[in-house]
Each structure stands twice: as C-alpha cells, then as structure tokens.
C-alpha cells in the first residue's frame, strides 16, 4: 500500500506547536515515570480554557480521584511566564495536563522541556466551521499505551458529532504479531499494510472517502480488522461541548485509564452523522500531557 506519508504527517504536524517539535527534542516518557492518580492542570482564562477545565474536573468525578491542583493563568501563559516557570520548579512529582492557545503552547513546550519535562502526549484541535470536518484532532503521542484518540471518539460519536482524528505513536505497539483493534458501535476499522502499520476507523462515510478527507493514499489496499480483534474503549460522560470532552478524554488518559492499545503506529478516527453538522465557534486548542 502506498499512504501518502507527506500528507499525512502534514496533517499529523499542522499545529504550531507540533511544527515547535522541530527544535531541541524532548524526552517521551515510554513508560510512563510517574503515579498517575497525581494530577496538575495548567488552566487559562479563555472560554475554551475553561470547558477543557470543566472535562478534567468531570473525569476526576467519574473516575472517584481528587480534584486536580489547578495552577491559573489569568490573562494566559505569555503574561504568566515567571508563574510557570516556579510551578515547574516547585510542583515536581506531578503529571501535567494543559490545554492552551497556540502561542502559549510553543513557550510552555520549552519551558517544560528546559525543566526536564517528559512528554506523554500533545495535540492539536480546532473547529473552523467547516461542514466537512466540523472539529479536527492530530495527536503525537509517546505510545499505545498512553493513546488518547479511542477515548475522544467514543465520546464524540455518543454525542453524534462529526469529527476527524489522528493520532501518530513514537514509540512502536508491544507486539505486531497480534491485531489489536479499537471499536465503537457504527464504526468499520480498517487496517494498512507492514511496515507502516495503520488503523483506520469509519463512520457514516467509505473508507475511500475518510482516506481522501484525511490525505492518505492507497485506499483500496486497506484490510478490514476481523470484529474479534476490536474492543471496546470505556469513557464516562458525554456532552455537546467538544473541548469538554476533550479534557475528559485527555484527563482520563493521564488518570491512567485502561484503553485498547492498538497494534499500529498510527490511527485516525472519521465519523459523519449524516445531518447537518453542528457548527461549532472558530477555536483553536493545543494540549499537553507532561510529567515531571
């Protein structure tokens, strides 16, 4: 099969702060170096700060842990450069989870890398409007094992809304051998060829039409997963609010929650409800797991 691999790591890498991974590399944490009951939320004043704020608190409740330490930015991270740099002196032991604009997200990258930060996840979301793909995720992600998109997509499709994800791993699946799989109720999951592995997973439109919307090539070579070979994400709660949902998923992620680790190096998510799209306001979101 030929995937289109420009294409997508154009996709994959379209944030600025993704684009920022260009620079001094960070380290991945694989496996994960810290107790993931132990919670930190770097949280803005923006409205959509604020949603993503209200997801994490939501998980904490379902899941029965503790309210997150919450360390606020009033006026966002650029005004607040001297406050972050303490916290991340003072508050180590901690996993981090942020979600922030895109210019802050560039200074807190390197603010947390120069700390000695150990990247678990970071990702790109925006909604733009666009009835084609009203809400857009791109994940980079240290592992399998701390994937976020399964989460995401079970919770957005329960709220029947339309969105397009993927998500990229650095480090390789435990085992190749053996087709793991994610699933959802209305999905067909798909999987590409060695040696670079993907899974891809449709609803409400062909596997052609996911792979031209997501710039992949190759389509007619994908293989359907057998439905044994899939299970079930588990993710509490739903609402209309997609950032919301974003910061449940991404919370329940750093809170340790079990998901299916699939046997690929990346994935991509495309579900379409067919009715017309709830248009979402203009926003743009880049989030952050991080341990220190």
Excluded at 92 to 119: H, I, K, N, P
Aim: with cysteine; net charge neutral.
């Amino acid at each position: 099969m030929e995937i289109d691999r420009r294409s997508l790591l154009k996709g994959l890498l379209a944030s600025g702060a993704l684009l920022a991974l260009r620079g001094p590399s960070w380290t991945f944490a694989e496996p994960a170096s810290r107790r993931a009951g132990l919670c930190l939320l770097l949280s803005g004043d923006r409205d959509a700060d604020r949603a993503f704020a209200a997801g994490v608190r939501g998980a904490c409740v379902e899941l029965g842990t503790s309210e997150p330490h919450i360390v606020e930015l009033s006026g966002g991270l650029l005004a607040n450069a001297d406050q972050v740099i303490e916290s991340l002196d003072r508050l180590r032991g901690r996993r981090w989870v942020a979600a922030m604009d895109d210019g802050s997200a560039a200074v807190f990258q390197e603010l947390a890398r120069t700390a000695g930060g150990r990247l678990l996840s970071v990702g790109s979301h925006v909604s733009v409007g666009d009835e084609t793909s009203p809400v857009r995720h791109t994940w980079l992600t240290a592992s399998a094992a701390q994937g976020i998109g399964g989460l995401l997509a079970t919770q957005l499709a329960g709220a029947q809304m339309s969105f397009a994800i993927t998500e990229r791993f650095l480090g390789p699946p435990q085992s190749m051998n053996e087709v793991t799989s994610w699933r959802a109720p209305g999905f067909f999951s798909y999987r590409s060829v060695e040696p670079s592995v993907m899974h891809l997973h449709c609803s409400g439109l062909s596997s052609s039409a996911a792979c031209r919307l997501l710039g992949v090539a190759g389509a007619e070579d994908w293989a359907p997963i057998p439905p044994h070979r899939c299970t079930r994400d588990t993710a509490g709660g739903q609402g209309d609010q997609w950032v919301e949902a974003l910061g449940r998923a991404v919370a329940a992620s750093a809170l340790g929650v079990a998901r299916v680790e699939e046997s690929c190096v990346s994935r991509a998510f495309v579900h379409r409800t067919g009715q017309a799209p709830r248009m979402q306001p203009d926003t743009r979101v880049v989030s952050f797991i991080v341990d220190l």
